[in-house]
């Protein structure tokens, strides 16, 4: 075996080995910051080190150090797995290292993007014509549409915010939901328009934005505007209802963005579309695919319905640029220079999943999530805080009788005691103002025997928490 044929085989077994105990291994990190600096720090060596030895360290400090968000139980934050055949997909990736940015730097990646963006817009139900790019995230994909927004509501009224920038710019009113995701904040402030010079519309008990208060808010407004609205809130999976918005929207003449960072998603279900009934009718869409399509990281996708618009706010002339004629210059549509080629993986996804398997997928992450609130609302210190309409349940703990403690401190009691037990990690969140656990399912390998083992776990640490009183 050459070196390099070693080293790859010997990161594979790694892998390998990582992979099939992730079911088994306790789901948090098991060992702390400072233990992890003992395994890896030392002094940068004057000359390099052994690779294999390099290789066997990064995968032990790995077992130890990583939390199983790879595994079937963890449902923290809104977090994905990542498929078999995507992990392998990314592998290539890293062995070809191709620069995405350009078709002439890599067809394969340029040809791959342009595949995959097909198959995501009709698995989505979205038009043809829509234009896509491949970012780092949810995050960056909402950027991405923004930039592209602000570009073409000024444009409209004459404004070339490319050459002449937002100084002395018409101004732009933006519209927001009262909870809609910190990274519409960070974007929003990223372009230039201020994390507080905004608009905030009410929304219902389930987070979703209220279509009339938006129309009041937009009633009789004139002049650049941008609406954001979201499908899949973070904390109660509800969506807004974008079948109501996007008409009040447009005879606003407003651009309309939609976060659906996992909630898109639903679009792939017969059984769920109806929760994004509308979303063809807006003009921009962020999504991920390292949460609900389970591909590695990090990997978000922005839709937009204004193709040109898209290139024309992103696309600076340089002279190294080599346009081929004809073909898809991936980084036309992404704010990055050089990048991976993260399309590949989502492309292996698509296709070793079908329409079926990703249709199956959210749905069974769905189902999950009703087992999940059935199984916890049972026990009486459980309220079940939202309606399970997606892969979210919220819990909203009380505390036990003459317990001292708020429902904040015990809730936040019972969730060190379940990340300390290990058979599933979850968080917190802020619920109406108050601390509850957030349950978020999205891992491509979940099955209904690791819901129960969840819930039993959950409830355990709730009993113990109780017991203390
Ligand atoms: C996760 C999430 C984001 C951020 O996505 P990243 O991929 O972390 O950038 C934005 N909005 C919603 C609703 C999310 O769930």
Redesign the pocket.
Known sequence: MTARSELLTRAARHAERYLDTIHERSVGAMVSGDELRRLLRRPLAEDGEDNGQIVDDLAQAGQVGTTASQGPRYFG??TGGSLPVATAADWLVSAWDQNAQMYVMSPLAAVVEEIAAGWLKDLLGLPATWSVGFV???????FTALVTARHQVLRDVGWDVERDGLFGAPSVDVVVSDVA?R??FTALRMLGFGGERLRRIETDGQGRMRADRLEEALQGGSGPCIVCA?V???NTGSADPLADIVPIARRRGAWVHV?G???LWAAASPSLRHLVAGIQGVDSI?T?G??WLNVPY?S?IVFTAHPEAHERALTMQAHYIQRTPGERDPRAFTPDESRRARGVPVYAALRALGRRGVRELVERCCSDARRMADALRRHPQVRVLNEVVMNQVLVGLVPPAGDPRDQDAFTQDVVARIQADGTCWLGTTQWQGRCAIRISICNWSTTEEDIDRSAAAILAAVDRASAKA
């Not at 780092?136 to 909402?142: E, K, L």
């Open positions: 934050f809104v780092t995230g949810a995050q960056m994909a909402s995701h990274t519409i979201q899949g809130n973070v976060d960072a996992f909630g962020a991920d390292h949460k990090d978000g």
